[in-house]
């Protein structure tokens, strides 16, 4: 059964620096998404994407946020400057046009 | 704006005891659905059921159940005779229609311990 993936499954990095997320949605699906949860908390949504564009993004989703489809199969979350509070798990969802958004395992953020 | 409220934030049963988990939503959208994921404790989402707005029939899974009222905007979800194994994270989620983005909203997560 296809599935989302992610790597890496967890990623430490030092305040300030550059982090990029990827994901490999299910072939054939054509919206995306990234949501985080933060430690004992909601998940939150964070951006939408489709057809090569962000169909929405939340309040989260400031200028250090980006997304990137470069090739056809990864989607890329990148955080230009990480802060202490970025620290979470990240879920990349994917969906083809019906109702259900499929989840990758997440990657686990931590910012020291 | 959306919004998913799950007042139970932690519960807490003996082993075959029924559970029911409560989501009660909010929005403007006329269609909309709701989804139920669990969370266990290697942190993934599994999705477990999806409900439409315009489809008030109540769903049983095995001994998962779904009742869903839309005159009370609530969405409940039924545990029959629990495992140790149902215990998890559930998070009740609301989406918009499908023709838009389809973001997810997600409640505060109910955090279930089924006891031996």
């Known amino acids: 059964e296809p599935e989302v993936t992610q790597t890496p499954s967890h990623q430490v990095t030092q305040m300030g620096q550059e982090v990029i997320l990827r994901c490999v949605p299910i072939?054939?699906?054509?919206?995306f998404y990234w949501y985080r949860q933060i430690l004992g908390q909601k998940v939150e949504f964070l951006v939408s994407?489709?057809?090569?564009?962000?169909?929405?993004k939340s309040e989260i989703f400031d200028d250090q946020f980006s997304v990137e489809r470069p090739d056809g199969s990864n989607f890329t979350l990148k955080i230009r400057s990480t802060k202490l509070e970025d620290s979470a798990m990240y879920f990349c969802?994917?969906?083809?046009?019906?109702?259900?958004?499929?989840f990758g395992p997440g990657t686990r953020l931590t910012v020291t | 704006a959306q919004k998913v409220t799950q007042a139970q934030t932690e519960i807490s049963v003996v082993e075959k005891e029924d559970v029911t988990l409560d989501c009660v939503y909010e929005?403007?959208?006329?269609?909309?659905?709701l989804f139920w994921y669990k969370q266990p404790p290697s942190g993934e989402l599994v999705f477990l059921i999806r409900?439409?707005?315009?489809?008030?029939q109540n769903e049983i899974s095995g001994r998962y159940s779904w009742n869903f009222q839309k005159s009370t905007s609530s969405f409940n979800f039924t545990i029959t005779a629990s495992q140790v194994v149902d215990s998890a994270v559930y998070f009740c989620?609301?989406?918009?229609?499908?023709?838009?983005?389809?973001?997810?909203?997600f409640g505060q997560g109910t955090r279930l311990t089924i006891n031996p």
């Open positions: 072939s054939n699906h054509l919206y």
């Open positions: 989620a609301l989406s918009g229609p499908i023709q838009g983005a389809q973001k997810l909203v």
């Open positions: 409900r439409n707005s315009f489809d008030e």
């Open positions: 969802a994917s969906r083809a046009g019906g109702w259900e958004q499929y």
């Open positions: 994407f489709y057809n090569n564009e962000i169909s929405e």
């Open positions: 929005t403007r959208d006329t269609t909309y659905y």
